[in-house]
């Protein structure tokens, strides 16, 4: 079977006043139908230019060099022309954004924003956009869906206004699904909510999605598959179960057990991740957390690590130059001190 | 709405009191020329003098002047008669204004028809050569000032290239006070280079404004998403990037068209046209008081009910001020 988005040696370098950042540094991964890869990382990791990339997004930008392969369902975007790529854009990809108040334009009506990404592509008339805009309200679970299409973005919740965006998107039925941190910005219960609601829409529209988070629980919830990105390139990649039971990757460890959890004593400070994320103007030599990584040694300096299978996993990949057996023995006795912890309070 | 548009009529009739009230205070208090002279005209006695001083109430405390004046225009709606040649300035006004008119809306459409697609193209194209060579000519605009501007058009375009019409015994302008209301035909040509040259700086800081403003507005969210949804290029800055611009650009016109009525003095004196603008500027060469009153009451009425068009025009632009307007 043919993945519907595949991604090959993407690389995006843009200029800025300080100097030529290299926002994507390489990646590559592929998503099937009906199938969710969470990619997570922090802010700046540049998960989110890889997925505007994606888009076609980081076109516009003055000076933006894109390289490598954007395939979907075999056709590379990056070398369509900008009219082959605007009709591919909203059909055939389709993106969530992390706001949906700023996402959303304050002028227009919220019916109006539906109906003109129906239109966009489809010799649709007037009318029957609007009652498709009504129909896509409906999907996505917002209740008096005629009253709020004709509603402004500025007066609705903000759970409502991100299915409103997640309708949006469906318009077009599209193949892929990008999610750029779809909860974020919403309270903790309406972000459950919004995620079953994506969860629910993928099982009946059968869409490739990639989630784009910070959040290691959101991807638990929803991911089929994790991408943990780091300063530009993927660190680690596998299954959701394999990476949250057997992380390979340190920085990995850290984002796994920097998650904050009741059970932890009141008033210890969370376990962080020493240093900050780097420069990718400058990015460090070799293995790039390795300025960061408590477990490093002088040669991860030099020596750039090979996303590579873990031995007897095929499906589980690690960028790391610790030897496995010994990143084995190190998870484990951090996994069994952090239980060890839970146990004592 | 309604109820926010009454309140804010109400203000405006007290503002147009302490309008009248100050010009009042400048002019009578520091007047640039005594009107009982100016009135009596050359080889006046001083009995004359005394005579106009006594019939025009000069010589009374200058409250009881102000409450005769207010009086007088509120019950007649009369703005007194000017010293100059005892016209009414009412009648003078209702003359001039079509002629200022004319030249205000000329120079407004040429100067949004021209301003906003250069700062369209501009941000579009923002950094590139045409972005560059556009904003140097729009610097030049800015800095050319409009007397200048209007010597150098009048010279070149009348007298020696002869494109534009020049009228027996008037100039550049068809005597006969006549406006682009009454004689469309005869004035647009008379108006155009005015026109040009009093939009000339206007269409500059508008090209330069658009720019900003739609070059801050393509960065937004939204402008992302409505590319995310696949529109064409086209439809994302004129209609999802303007749609927004036009908000501030609203907002900045209300406020310019009460400076072009400044500038129209400047244009109006160069190009020979009987307008309020040169009305205003002979007034107060003369101290003549009532129709620099006049004048300034209008001035001030036109710019107060402008800013409350401009204050509806927002709320009905941006539909988050309803509320607040409402």
Redesign the interface.
Known sequence: MMAVLEVRDLRVRLPTDDGIVTAVDGVSYTVDAGRTLGIVGESGSGKSISS?TI?G?TR?L?GAEITGQVLLDGRDLLAAD?EEL??????GI??I?Q?PL???????RLGAQLA??VR??GAVGRRAADARAVELLELVGVPEARRRAAA?P?ELSGGMRQRA?IA??L??APRVLIADEPTTALDATVQAQILEELDRLQDELGMATVLITHDVGVVAQVAHEIAVMYAGRIVERGPVDTILAEPQHPYTWGLLTSIPRLNRPRGEALPSIPGRPPSLISPPSGCRFHPRCIHARPEHATVSPELEAVPGDPSHRVACLLDPAERQARWRALRDSAAAEEVTT | MAAFVLRRLLWTLVLLVIVTFVTFLVFVQMPSADPAVLRAGRNATPEIVAALRDQFGLDQPWYVQYGKYVQHLVLHQDLGYSYQNNVSVGSEIVARLPVTLSVAIGSVLIWLAVGIPIGIISAVRRGRMSDRLLMIGALAAISAPAYWLGLVALYLLSKDIGVLPIFEGAGSYPSGGQSLFTAPAQVAPALVLPCLVLAASFAAIYARFVRASLSEVLAEDYIRTARAKGLRERTVVLKHGMRSTAVPIITLLGLDLGILLGGAILVEIVFNIPGMGRLSYEAIQRGDIPTIQGAVLLGAALIILLNLVVDVAQAVLDPRLRKARA
Request: avoid cysteine; charged fraction near 20%.
């Open positions: 505007l888009m997004l516009f003055p900008d605007r009709r591919v854009r909203g059909a389709a993106m954004f706001d700023s996402a959303m334009h304050p002028y227009f003109e990404a966009a592509h402004y500025h965006m949006m998107a318009a077009n």
